[in-house]
């Protein structure tokens, strides 16, 4: 997990986007589904409609690191 690179907050995921990871470059996304390293490196994939853009940081080496799952805390239940 990457913390120093502009983390975007679980505050502004969708609902249900438990996943969020950084590409090398930068770019923050949210995920519906649990993202895999891509094969020519720097980015996560995952089918595109699971993707979403969640914010931009600077670019980051040690983006292979940065995948992480909603914390339990932030979980958005239902309504009843």
């Given at each position: 997990?990457?913390?120093?690179?502009?983390?975007?907050?679980?505050?502004?995921?969708?609902?249900g986007?438990n996943?969020?990871a950084?590409?090398?470059d930068?770019r923050?996304f949210?995920?519906?589904?649990k993202p895999v390293?891509g094969?020519?490196?720097?980015v996560?994939?995952?089918?595109?409609?699971?993707?979403?853009?969640?914010?931009?940081?600077?670019?980051?080496p040690?983006?292979?690191?940065?995948l992480?799952?909603r914390?339990?805390?932030?979980?958005?239940?239902p309504a009843?």
């Open positions: 997990m990457t913390p120093d690179f502009d983390t975007p907050s679980w505050s502004l995921a969708p609902e986007w996943w969020l950084q590409d090398e930068g923050w949210w995920y519906g589904v390293l094969i020519g490196g720097g996560w994939r995952a089918p595109s409609r699971a993707q979403c853009l969640a914010g931009h940081g600077p670019p980051n040690d983006w292979h690191a940065s992480q799952e914390p339990i805390s932030q979980a958005r239940l009843d």
